[in-house]
């Protein structure tokens, strides 16, 4: 089970941060991914990292601004988002993954329930 929190409504330029933590399933051998969607878009990729988190992988429209970290003590993942826009405004949702493409919703296997980011201009 994987629980997102963190959402909230903020102003162009300000920070969030997100939040995701697993239970039920063994964190260190999954990697995290965040995704969104915003209302009548597809869902899309915004963040990964690699299964030992040393590289990450990140939306174009997020790199510089966005940082996602883990902590396995604690299983959870985070989502650093800085400098928000309005465009980023969407339900984010994290997930896990064992293997596949890191960009393709397909290749995760759990979902948390998301969590609305809104930013206003």
């Known amino acids: 089970q994987l629980q997102a929190s963190g959402g909230g409504?903020?102003?162009?330029?300000?920070s969030l941060r997100l939040s995701c933590t697993a239970s039920g399933l063994t964190f260190s051998s999954y990697t995290m991914g965040w995704f969104r969607q915003a209302?009548?878009?597809?869902r899309e990729f915004v963040a990964a990292h690699s299964l030992d988190g040393?590289?990450?992988?990140y939306k174009d429209s997020v790199k510089g601004r966005?940082?996602?970290s883990r902590d396995d003590a604690k299983n959870t993942v985070y989502l650093?988002?800085?400098m928000l826009k309005p465009e980023d405004t969407a339900v984010y949702y994290c997930a896990?993954?064992?293997r596949g493409n890191v960009y393709s919703t397909s290749s995760y296997d759990y979902w948390g329930q998301g969590t609305q980011v809104t930013v206003s201009s």
């Open 9 to 14: 409504l903020v102003q162009a330029g300000g």
């Open 39 to 42: 209302p009548g878009k597809e």
């Open 54 to 57: 040393s590289v990450t992988y």
């Open 66 to 68: 966005f940082t996602i």
């Open 80 to 82: 650093q988002m800085n």
């Open 96 to 98: 896990v993954r064992r």
